[in-house]
């Protein structure tokens, strides 16, 4: 590596941490807000769950409807009919969610497994590959939302009406607190030299 890619390197780097040394104070609100829904998911697990789905319909039905509107508003392009499509079946799609929201979850407990242990891995191999300031947290993280994953992988589908909002709550609360660490640690960086 030449040594003008290294300056620039190091000039993206301190401007990173520059970036969240001014911001330790909105990264730890973030993270106790995590931490704070993440109880409340947790203390009401079957509506945090229900809620989980529901909202995802509802986001399906307005990505849907946005699909439609944007392919008869742009109605002149060939993307036309792939647009209306996509926007038909997102529509399709979030009116089955909305109407059967305890299906969904059973369905969406598979799903969510799968999603927490592909995270989970993520999380463990960056923190793993870069080492960065507070890598150990995201590590810690990363573990535990990939042991979530496995846990509701083997629980399913007993307990679906639950277990979406106790893992989403727990993962939640764990996300919270690497948050928190890396604005405690952000706070520590020195500020540049004037």
């Not at 040594?3 to 390197?9: F, G, R």
């Not at 507070?134 to 994953?149: D, F, K, P």
């Not at 764990?174 to 890396?182: D, L, N, P, Q, Y």
């Amino acid at each position: 590596m030449s040594s003008a890619s290294q300056t620039q390197l190091s000039n993206v780097v301190a401007s990173e941490l520059e970036g969240l040394r001014k911001n330790w104070f909105w990264l730890l609100v973030l993270g106790i807000a995590l931490v704070v829904v993440g109880a409340l998911a947790i203390g009401s697990a079957c509506i945090a769950g229900l809620t989980t789905v529901i909202v995802l319909g509802i986001l399906f039905l307005v990505g849907g409807i946005v699909d439609v509107v944007t392919a008869f508003w742009a109605h002149c392009w060939r993307g036309f009919w792939l647009q209306l499509l996509g926007g038909i079946l997102y529509l399709v799609l979030g009116f089955l969610i909305v109407q059967h929201p305890v299906e969904t979850m059973v369905t969406f407990t598979l799903v969510l497994a799968a999603a927490f242990m592909v995270g989970g891995l993520f999380r463990i191999v960056s923190a793993l590959a870069d080492r960065f300031h507070g890598w150990g947290w995201v590590l810690l993280n990363g573990v535990i939302t990939l042991a979530l994953g496995i846990m509701i992988w083997r629980q399913w589908p007993d307990s679906s009406l639950v277990v979406i909002g106790i893992f989403v709550g727990i993962d939640m609360i764990f996300a919270g607190w690497s948050w928190i660490m890396m604005a405690l640690a952000a706070r520590s960086v020195p500020a540049p030299p004037s």
